[in-house]
């Protein structure tokens, strides 16, 4: 399931419910190591619980874990680390709670930082 979801993911299907159109789709089985001819891959809501398990301190040290690996691609310890803010435009349909209307994108969106 996390093959699953990290290819949907990088190829811009952000939304577990994605996961309900692509479960039988042969390049994602290919990409989940799944012949093409082996049942569907994981649903939307198994996906969704899958993504809402981890509990918080699991999640934290998940991000420990990404932080020392980073840290360990380097010979010596970077003099400086700079971290990059980007917002996302991710359109909404309907009426969803929280949406704002985004002038520059003419459009009712969410509007997620990453950092």
């Known amino acids: 399931m996390l093959t699953q979801r990290v290819f949907q993911i990088a190829a811009g299907y952000e939304d577990a419910n994605d996961c309900n159109t692509l479960r039988n789709d042969n ?3 290919l990409c ?3 012949l093409p ?3 569907p891959l994981a649903s939307q809501p198994t996906m969704s619980r ?3 398990k981890p509990s918080r301190s699991e999640q934290y040290r ?10 360990e691609s380097y010979t ?3 003099q400086y680390i700079i971290l990059d803010c980007d917002d996302t435009n991710s359109n909404i349909y309907g009426q969803q709670q929280l ?4 002038d520059y994108y003419g ?3 969410y509007m997620p930082l990453h950092i």
């Open 62 to 71: 998940i991000a420990e874990a990404f932080v020392n690996q980073f840290m």
């Open 50 to 52: 899958f993504e809402n």
């Open 99 to 102: 949406s704002l209307y985004n």
């Open 32 to 34: 989940s190591n799944r």
């Open 27 to 29: 390049i994602f089985k």
């Open 37 to 39: 001819q082996a049942g």
């Open 76 to 78: 010596e310890d970077p």
């Open 107 to 109: 459009e009712y969106c």
